[in-house]
């Protein structure tokens, strides 16, 4: 059985991320359903560092300097 050719590539849902947290909206989840289409659903305001784990927090501000 031969697979189905992709309907969408990682590029593109790089690309609709960035835009979003370009944005300033945080991101709760991406979902794509089997014809391609994105659909990413926005999550509540950032939680503080002192409210993420210590990885996480790491991440946030390592983000913040690049």
Not at 24 to 35: P, T, Y
Not at 39 to 53: P, R
């Amino acid at each position: 059985m031969a697979r189905a050719p992709c309907t969408f590539r990682q590029t593109d849902v790089t690309r609709a991320v960035k835009a979003v947290t370009a944005a300033g909206v945080n991101i709760a989840r991406v979902e794509i359903d089997k014809s391609g289409k994105i659909v990413i659903v926005t999550g509540g305001a950032k939680a503080e560092l002192s409210e993420l784990a210590p990885l996480d927090a790491w991440r946030e501000r390592r983000r913040g300097q690049g």
